[in-house]
C-alpha cells in the first residue's frame, strides 16, 4: 500500500466507501468456515470481479470472500509482491505444503482497520485451487505473496491476524478494536497490509 501522503480525497472517499462493503471485526461472518465452491459459473465470475472492484478501491492485496459476507471459498488477491500486480481469484485453495523457515512481518486487514499485529508465518508456501476458468492452479510462492495467500486462506477458515499474534498483542490490538481506535503501524519497511 501507497504512503498514505499520494492519497488523494478522491482516493480516499473511494476506500471509504469501499470499506463500508467490507464486513468488520466482530461479524460473525469474519469466524464462519466457507464452503467449498461446487461450480464455476457467472455468478460467480462476477462476484469476484466484484470483489476486486472493492478490494482495489479499497486499496487492499486481497480480499476473502468472507469477507464480504459471502460464504464461499474462495478469495482475490494481486499476483505480484507489488501493488501494481494483476488481479486474479482463487477457487477452494488449499495450501498443501508450507516452509519450516518462518519469518515475523506486521499485517493489517481491511476488516480490522488501523489495527496491525505481528503474524509469524512460513516463508514459501504451495497452494492448489482453481481459476475462474476452472483451471487447476498450483502456485509456489514465497515472501509476501506467500504470506497474502496464507492470509487469505485463514479468512476461509475463519482465523483472523489477530488469532495468530501473541497473546500480549492480540489483547492489545482487541482493546483497540473495541475501543475503534487504530494502533500505530510499524515503520514501513516492516509492514505487509495484505487485505
Known sequence: ????????????????????????????????????????????????????????????????ATQVGIMRRYFVYREGDEELGAATALVNPVVEWSSEETDVRHEGCLSLGGVWVSVERPVSVRVTGLDLSGREQRIEAHGALARRLQHETDHLDGILMIDRTTKDERKTALRALREGRAMDPPAEGDRLEID
Not at 1 to 7: G, I, P, Q
Open 1 to 64: 500500500m501507497a504512503s498514505s501522503d499520494a492519497f488523494t480525497p478522491e482516493v480516499l472517499q473511494r476506500r471509504r466507501e469501499a470499506l463500508q462493503q467490507v464486513r468488520q471485526w466482530g461479524d460473525p461472518a469474519l469466524k464462519t468456515v466457507a464452503k467449498p465452491v461446487d461450480a464455476i459459473d457467472a455468478d460467480l465470475v462476477g462476484e469476484a470481479r466484484r470483489l476486486i472492484t472493492i478490494m482495489d478501491a479499497a486499496l487492499g492485496a486481497g480480499l476473502a
